[in-house]
């Protein structure tokens, strides 16, 4: 059975920083792609980060390019997420994702095998 589980969520001043971090059990998950969506009270949960089976290919939302990097450990079987300058449009449950497929762009795109459940960030303005 595979786990995925979030850390390091909390509450944050506008322009902060805080860095996400999803332990992952239960599988060969070094061929699989991972990655973060999030989901903001009445709204639809949205991708935000992707990367890819070899964590040497990430994709990214437009709302976060160049403010967020997601990365990824396959010996520690753990990815993070590095948030900078945060917004209060940022504040949501952020929740770590198991790909079907192995490409960073296919995280978007291609389904989720297993979601974690979630770890809230709040930005205050």
């Known amino acids: 059975q595979v786990q995925l589980v979030e850390s390091g969520g909390g509450l944050v001043q506008a322009g902060g920083s805080l860095r996400l971090s999803c332990a992952a059990s239960?599988?060969?998950?070094?061929?699989?792609?991972l990655g973060w969506f999030r989901q903001a009270p009445g709204k639809e949960r949205e991708f935000v980060a992707g990367v890819d089976w070899s964590g040497d290919i990430t994709h990214y939302a437009d709302s976060v390019k160049g403010r967020f990097t997601i990365s990824r450990d396959n010996a520690m079987n753990t990815i993070y997420l590095q948030m900078n300058s945060l917004k209060p449009g940022d504040t949501a449950l952020y929740y770590c994702?198991?790909?079907?497929?192995?490409?960073?762009?296919?995280?978007?795109?291609?389904?989720?095998?297993?979601w974690g459940q979630g770890t809230q960030v709040t930005v205050s303005s």
């Open positions: 239960g599988g060969i998950l070094n061929n699989y792609a």
């Open positions: 994702a198991l790909s079907r497929g192995r490409t960073a762009q296919g995280v978007r795109t291609n389904g989720v095998l297993f």
